[in-house]
Every structure is written in structure tokens, then in C-alpha cells.
């Protein structure tokens, strides 16, 4: 049976981020996204650290539609190396992982 993994995305504007994960949703690649209008992020980038406001989402999905998700991203996304981090889902409740195994495909 496919793995369940838990994947997140950061973007600069929270209404991009549910826009894009509106789009996944209805394309069954995800089985829904719970969006964290307001997160800190702090990084090394281009030579120096940043230190900006993001949104974050975090998809439940399975593992096989990982690199679709990751496709779409480099396709859509406004940064030019989006973060999206695939994380195995050791423990669920068995009927929420019927849930997102019967939303996607």
C-alpha cells in the first residue's frame, strides 16, 4: 500500500499558497492543505541570512504523488528554489488514512 507523507510548502503571500493547494486538492494530488497564514523564516540564501514573514502549508498526500507536487511546484511557484519537504507518516489514524488514500490518486 502506498506510504502517507505529510509535505510542506512556504510561500511569501498566503493566499498564492491557497490558491496553489486548491488546485492540488482538486487535481487529487493532495488530499487537503492546512495553511499557517504566518510563519518566520529565517535562512541562509544567496551569500547572506534572511529573515522574512511566509505562509505554510502542509499537505497530506501520498508518497508515489510527491514528485508531481514537486513538478507543480517548480511550474507555479513564485520562488525561483521552493521549499517542499516530503516527511514520512509514521503513525495515523486508520480512518483518516483511508481518507487520503480514497482523496487522491
Not at 486548491?22 to 488530499?31: I, K
Amino acid at each position: 500500500m502506498d506510504e502517507l507523507v505529510d509535505v510542506t510548502i512556504t510561500a511569501e503571500d498566503a493566499d498564492w499558497l491557497a490558491e496553489f493547494t486548491r488546485h492540488l486538492v482538486e487535481d487529487r494530488l493532495a488530499a487537503c492543505g492546512n495553511i499557517i497564514p504566518a510563519v518566520r523564516s529565517i535562512y541562509r540564501w544567496e551569500g547572506g541570512v534572511s529573515d522574512d514573514n511566509e505562509a505554510l502549508v502542509i499537505l497530506h498526500t501520498r508518497k508515489s504523488l510527491v514528485q508531481a507536487i514537486i513538478e507543480r511546484a517548480n511550474e507555479k511557484h513564485p520562488y525561483d528554489t521552493p521549499q517542499v519537504v516530503a516527511v514520512p507518516v509514521s503513525d495515523i489514524h486508520p480512518g483518516y488514512a483511508a481518507w487520503v488514500r480514497d482523496s487522491t490518486q
